[in-house]
């Protein structure tokens, strides 16, 4: 498919016009949205890496002599046992990243909240009851992230069948060097320049091994590894912008926006170009929006859509000086801060 036109509704300037008079909360948003997928995937690439590297040297320790039967085997005992620690890692990363795209995606709502209430004079909203409220939702948001299943699986089920999947795709250069009669020094130089360079280097460099193999590995070792953390990752972000845009009393939507860089005409177009409930396009009720990300690797925006912020104002001060003149406020105080203040 041709690369489509980038309309007005996309990009930064789609965010800014959004966002109004809160645009810097919401482009330091989108800035560490994205240094946080950059920093992961850096992270991961440089596990796979020295994962690999080890394994490589187990391998070469052989030195010019071709594999022998027990010797293949005690190679595949310890890649086995390096992909046990690869799964230790990538758990820990993936833990650590959730965390913290739960923090950016709930950031945008917490401070539009402190202007507010400070902006109303209600004490009763001060920053620590704000804080604490958010610092609840984010761990709740970040338990839901580990424990929900998608296609019958959890998030450790994921991670652990990529790693599987690393561990045979490493397992058939392994052999397929043995088959052709490889000295242990080239078949580790194989898998290093495979993990760093992909599968067109070594295909050029390796042809016998490859052809044994038949082109039945991916093109980067790394890749079904970067697209779940680049799926669960953006999930987490929106599920914190969802959760916390209903703590936050202005909000009045959500809204998609397409990325600057999109290439290409798909369900991004449609959810991002809708306009079915009135907030203009991309614009979603809460609890009418679509699950978010679209697909694999997507880099829609999505950031909220606020009311007009003077009335907001307005409304907080009279609730503060009088809970009773407006129990939808109250209500939504009880149900967000006061109840779980002690807690």
């Not at 965010?15 to 109004?20: A, C, D, P, V």
């Not at 392994?174 to 078949?187: F, I, K, Q, R």
């Given at each position: 498919?041709?690369?489509?036109?980038?309309?007005?509704n996309?990009g930064?300037?789609?965010l800014?016009?959004?966002?109004?008079?809160y645009?810097?909360?919401a482009?330091?948003?989108?800035k560490?949205?994205?240094?946080?997928?950059?920093?992961?995937?850096?992270?991961?690439?440089?596990m796979y890496?020295?994962i690999?590297?080890?394994?490589a040297?187990?391998?070469?320790?052989?030195?010019?002599s071709?594999?022998d039967?027990?010797?293949?085997?005690?190679?595949?005992?310890?890649?086995?046992k390096?992909?046990?620690?690869?799964?230790?890692?990538l758990?820990?990363?993936?833990?650590r990243h959730?965390?913290?795209n739960?923090?950016?995606?709930?950031s945008?709502?917490?401070?539009?909240?402190?202007?507010?209430?400070?902006?109303?004079?209600?004490?009763r909203l001060?920053v620590?009851?704000?804080?604490?409220?958010?610092?609840r939702?984010?761990?709740?948001?970040?338990?839901?992230?580990?424990s929900?299943?998608?296609?019958g699986?959890?998030?450790?089920?994921?991670?652990?069948?990529?790693n599987?999947?690393?561990?045979k795709?490493?397992?058939?250069?392994?052999?397929?060097?043995?088959a052709?009669?490889?000295?242990?020094?080239?078949v580790?130089?194989?898998?290093?320049?495979?993990?760093?360079k992909?599968?067109?280097t070594?295909?050029?460099?390796?042809?016998?091994?490859?052809?044994r193999?038949q082109?039945?590995i991916?093109?980067?070792?790394?890749y079904?590894?970067?697209?779940?953390?680049?799926?669960?990752?953006?999930?987490?972000?929106?599920?914190?912008?969802?959760?916390?845009?209903a703590?936050?009393?202005n909000?009045?939507g959500?809204?998609?926006?397409?990325?600057?860089?999109?290439?290409?005409?798909?369900?991004?177009?449609v959810?991002?170009?809708?306009?079915?409930?009135?907030l203009?396009?991309?614009?979603y009720?809460?609890?009418?929006?679509?699950?978010?990300?679209?697909?694999?690797?997507?880099?829609?925006?999505?950031?909220?859509?606020?009311?007009?912020?003077n009335?907001?104002?307005?409304?907080v001060?009279?609730?503060?000086?009088?809970?009773?003149?407006?129990p939808?406020m109250?209500?939504?105080?009880?149900?967000?801060?006061?109840?779980?203040?002690?807690f």
């Amino acid at each position: 498919m041709k690369n489509k036109k980038v309309g007005p509704n996309t990009g930064i300037d789609k965010l800014i016009e959004t966002s109004g008079p809160y645009k810097r909360w919401a482009l330091l948003q989108r800035k560490e949205f994205m240094e946080l997928r950059l920093d992961q995937e850096q992270e991961i690439r440089a596990m796979y890496e020295e994962i690999s590297r080890s394994i490589a040297e187990d391998i070469a320790r052989g030195g010019l002599s071709p594999f022998d039967e027990a010797r293949l085997r005690r190679i595949q005992q310890e890649i086995k046992k390096r992909i046990d620690e690869l799964n230790r890692q990538l758990t820990i990363n993936f833990d650590r990243h959730i965390k913290r795209n739960i923090e950016a995606g709930s950031s945008y709502s917490k401070q539009v909240l402190i202007d507010i209430a400070k902006k109303a004079g209600a004490t009763r909203l001060s920053v620590g009851v704000i804080e604490n409220a958010f610092y609840r939702m984010n761990t709740r948001a970040a338990e839901a992230m580990w424990s929900r299943s998608r296609f019958g699986l959890k998030l450790s089920d994921h991670i652990w069948n990529k790693n599987q999947n690393y561990r045979k795709n490493i397992n058939k250069i392994l052999v397929s060097g043995v088959a052709t009669g490889e000295d242990c020094v080239n078949v580790a130089r194989a898998i290093e320049k495979y993990v760093k360079k992909g599968k067109a280097t070594f295909s050029k460099d390796y042809p016998n091994m490859m052809a044994r193999m038949q082109g039945r590995i991916p093109e980067d070792i790394c890749y079904e590894a970067l697209r779940l953390a680049r799926t669960e990752m953006t999930s987490a972000f929106g599920m914190a912008t969802m959760k916390s845009a209903a703590m936050n009393p202005n909000n009045k939507g959500v809204r998609f926006i397409l990325s600057a860089s999109h290439p290409e005409y798909d369900i991004c177009d449609v959810y991002c170009e809708a306009d079915d409930y009135g907030l203009g396009p991309g614009g979603y009720p809460i609890d009418h929006a679509p699950d978010y990300p679209f697909h694999p690797n997507c880099l829609c925006i999505m950031t909220e859509i606020q009311e007009d912020i003077n009335t907001t104002i307005e409304r907080v001060s009279n609730w503060a000086k009088d809970p009773e003149s407006d129990p939808q406020m109250e209500k939504w105080y009880q149900d967000n801060f006061e109840k779980f203040q002690f807690f």
